[in-house]
């Protein structure tokens, strides 16, 4: 982000539609969670491979995740694929907020069709709050493939409230955690007034 566009401010309206679409895709995640398929895949390179005995996890009667005993079985579930997806885009929302697909569609197609902003915000809470969105669905995804029941459905849910309010209420709570941490001194000087 250049020194420019940090003393411009960004449109409040971006973030909020990045997190309509990530709710959107948290929703189908969620969704893949609950209803995923109680067997490994049996088709293709999987289909030969032994499901037992994994380094990762206990197999038999004690298998944290029903019908996955084995790491790479939980890796390639689309409830996993679809959150590290989602992981990737807030990665990149985090290291190039202005090159991100969502940011650019917005720039490209919904803003010009908009009135400009009544005002602009700082860049750095929403790109603060991706990072926190990042750190969610990270920890989800590491804790299902250590065979963490449940794991992929908590932080896709997690992320999803936090997505969805900002996306319909305006309510950016990883913004708020970062003014709160800036208030503390934790995190970025005070920004100048837009």
Known sequence: MSEETARRGIDPRGPRFTAGITSVLLLVAIFLSLTGPAEPPTFGWFAYQPLSGSVFAPSGDFAFVAGYDNFWARATTPAFLMLLLIALLFLWGVISPRTSPWSILY?????????????LEDPRPPRFAQGVGLFVVGLGLVLHLLGV????????????????????????????MYLLLQRWGLVGRAHPAI
Do not use: D, H, I
């Open 149 to 176: 029941p449940a794991a992929l459905t908590v932080a896709g849910s997690l992320a999803f409230v936090a997505a969805f309010l900002n996306a319909a209420f305006g309510v950016c709570l990883g913004c708020m």
């Open 107 to 119: 720039r490209k197609v919904v803003q010009p069709r908009l009135r400009p902003p009544a005002e």
